[in-house]
Each structure stands twice: as structure tokens, then as C-alpha cells.
């Protein structure tokens, strides 16, 4: 489906390569198994080839430009994705589906629609020459309709790697040199120089002096933000101690050696019961080798040793009792973004689809704030104590009602940063990412704070 628009405006050049990523990850499974559901709480692996491309022109249609219907029936099956909620997993089956083929043909088609428009279409909604209609940008302009599907795309193209890291490793294929990703140089000496069996000899908390943050951003400006990021708060912050790194394999894994997957203590009544009924007893991906004991981490393409150094990726219910396990706490939100203040946030880590893993949290020296914490954008999204919630003046957009408003519900919990697999334009300060707190496969860690 790689069919090109021309000419290229800067944004329509952005939606092309987005493309090329999503094209790119639905490549690594093998085609026998796109019907398979790696994750209960999601659809189908097929279920998002459509709705990709349905999304666009669903969002395009009438407001960017006139997209008459071809299949109306196929842009209801993919408007909507699915929310990991708590129960209510879907039931249903492969043969439910369109085909393959039928899929690939609406895809297609529907590319081939939307670049007709884009060809032809200013971003300011002027068309550039004959054979198209000037329709006006009802419910948001050009760019902000541009943008939205730019980062819906790119949020996707996350999202599906945590679907698709679940799928049994014979059921995807690896390219050369995509499963060796492994810490080179000097970021490697230096984590060599400071680290002892996962944990960093270096002082591990960082003094944060009392002052004031701001959520969120102005809707002047013109910078292109989702509905929840708007909304400026201005929050004074008492002075807080928070980890230099994000906490590591190696420091989860004593939590886990102590007792902490057995001990009531440090969970939450709702956790606690998840964890048992789920008969939750270690962090996703990891496994212990029959014989030895030695704990293995499964990675995209490979199930390697546990390396030490790597940030863990837990859910906010685990992170949670880890927190308590030591004495400490989640941050909140603001904790979290004051922290952060300094930080180069898009220009040092490991970000924006550049590798399929995380590195050592300390391999980004140079990604690291005025207060000295180190690695917050990149390597890893982190939770925070903070659920979910609108800023001052919240306003849904027009064309996407439920995208944020629909998750003011308290069951969510704010996360901040990035990860590998996250696109170098959603590393900004403001963006905020959120999740259920019992859902593990997040490429999600954390940072403890104590007062």
C-alpha cells in the first residue's frame, strides 16, 4: 500500500512516512498469523490494517476534503479500537473478519481516495488546481486534522508493537541485525563504571527544591497539541527527592527475590485481587529457565538473560507495590514534569523507533534535566500517581468527542515520557499518555519519589 501523493506538503510528507512505519510492522508477522489476537483485550492483528486507513478517512471525510463512501460497512468494522478494560474481553472469532485480500483492497482504496484530495489540497483547505471542490474544515482545520491522523498513526505504530512483542517469536520474522540491539560504546563503559548487579552505585535519588510547574500549554501559538494537553495549570510543588534513574531489572528483580509477588502489604485491594485471580507472579516477558533458574527476558525477536540494567516494564499495579516495598511513592504529574524541567527532551535517547528494545537507563547522560534525572523522554514511558483527568478549560475536539473525555472515568493512570517505540513529535513536555493500571504490557516503567 505504498502509493504515493504528490506533491508533498511538509505534513502530507509526514502522513506518507508514517505509513512506511505502520506498512513496516504489520510486515514482521507472518501472514498465516495476522488473525491471531496477541493481546485478549485487543482485536485482531487484521482488525488494524483496516482501521488505519479507515480512521483517515473517516476523519478526512467532509471536514479536509470530500471522500464519498466505497465500502460504508468497512468503515464502521475499523472506526474503532478497543480500550484493555477490566472484563468484557472480546468473543469474537477469526472467521468474523473480512479477508485478508478484502482488507488490503480497502486499504488500498482508501489511500488511493485520500491522496487523490491531498494532491490536490492546500493546507489552509485551498485547492491547488482543477477537479476538486473547496470544502470547508468543519470541526478543525487542515493542519490540526492533518496532525491528528499523523500522530494516530504513530501512536499505533506503539501500541502494535506491544501487541505484536506478545505473538510467539516463531510466529514473526526478524530481520538481520534487528534482534542484536544491545548497548555498544560509551554509554556501555560508562554503565560499566557505575553499575553493580543492576544497581547504580551512584547516589540513586536526586534533590528536586520546592518551585512551581506547568501542565499542559496555551491554545496560542498554533502548536498542534491534543485535547487534553490544553489547558495551562500551574502547580507549586514541595520540595521532593526522585530516582536519578529509571528503576532497573535488576532492582525490580529484589523486590521480586523478597517475597514481593506473596506479600499483601504492598498491594492494593483491586491489585491484589487482579494478581490473584491472574496469578500474576513477575513482570511480562519475564520467564526463569528450567535448571539454573536464570530469569530471561523476551524481546521482539529473541529471549535473552535478564539484562540487569535495562528499565523494568510493569504495570502502574506493580510499580505501585514496588514503590511501597521501599519506602517510597509514585511521582504525581507535576512531580514528575518539575523534575523534568531542563531536560533536552527530543534530543538525546532512545526514541522514536530507532531500536525494538530499551537500553541501559543510564546510556543518555546527556538526556537529563537541571535537577540532574537522568533519561525521562525515551527508553521507556513512566507512571505516575496521577489519574487521568481534563486541564482547566478542557475542550474535546469537535471531530474526536471521546478521544480524552471518554477516559475521565478514575480509572486511569497519567504516564510521561516515551519509549523506543515512540515518535520523536509525541516527546514533547505536554503530551500525556494513560493506561488501566493492571495491564502489563505497556513498554512502561517508573521512578520512585520520596518527601
Known sequence: MNRDPAPHHPLVQRLIDARHITDALFSIVKPEYLYER????????????????????????????????????????????????????????????????????????????IDRELAALNVDGRPQGQGSQSHGTQGGSAEQLLNVAIEHRLMHAETLAYMLHQLPLVQKIAEVGQSQ???????????????????????????????????GMTREGGRFGW?????????????????????????????????????????????????????????????????????????????????????????????????????????????????????????????DFRQ??????????DNVSAFGVEGQFGNGWEWTCTLFDALPGFEPFPFYLGYSANFFDGQHYVLKGGSARTAKCMLRPEFRNWFQPRYQYVYAGFRCVSV
Open 356 to 365: 525494538w528494545d530499551p537500553q541501559a537507563v543510564d546510556a543518555h547522560p
Open 181 to 215: 540491539n544491545r548497548n555498544t560504546g560509551e554509554s556501555q563503559t560508562r554503565a560499566a563504571r557505575t553499575r553493580r548487579d543492576g544497581k547504580l552505585d551512584q547516589a540513586p535519588m536526586v534533590k528536586v527544591p520546592a518551585g512551581s510547574t506547568v501542565l
Open 38 to 113: 496477541p493481546i485478549r483485550e485487543r482485536h485482531r492483528i487484521v482488525f488494524y490494517i483496516g482501521h488505519l486507513e479507515a480512521f483517515d478517512r473517516n476523519l478526512f471525510d467532509e471536514r479536509l476534503c470530500p471522500l464519498p463512501a466505497f465500502d460504508a460497512s468497512l468503515d464502521a468494522l475499523f472506526a474503532f479500537g478497543i480500550d484493555p478494560v477490566d472484563g468484557g474481553l472480546p468473543t469474537d472469532v477469526p472467521a468474523d473478519w473480512p479477508s485478508l485480500d478484502a482488507v488490503r483492497a480497502y486499504g488500498l482504496q482508501a489511500r488511493e481516495q
Open 227 to 351: 485535547d487534553n494537553e490544553f489547558g495551562e495549570l500551574r502547580v507549586d510543588v514541595p520540595a521532593f527527592e526522585i530516582d536519578r534513574y529509571m528503576v532497573t531489572n535488576g532492582a525490580f528483580r529484589e523486590f521480586l527475590l523478597a517475597g514481593g509477588y506473596h506479600q499483601r502489604a504492598w498491594w492494593q485491594d483491586k491489585d491484589w485481587a487482579w494478581k490473584e485471580s491472574e496469578q500474576i507472579t513477575h513482570p511480562a516477558g519475564w520467564s526463569q529457565r528450567a535448571g539454573d533458574g536464570e530469569w530471561l527476558l523476551r524481546t521482539m525477536f529473541e529471549e535473552i538473560p535478564l539484562p540487569l540494567d535495562w528499565p523494568v516494564y510493569v504495570s502502574h499495579a506493580e510499580a505501585s507495590a514496588y514503590a511501597r516495598w521501599a519506602g517510597k511513592a509514585l511521582p504525581t504529574e507535576a512531580q514528575w514534569q518539575r523534575a523534568a524541567a531542563g531536560a533536552p527532551h527530543a534530543a538525546s535517547g532512545n526514541f
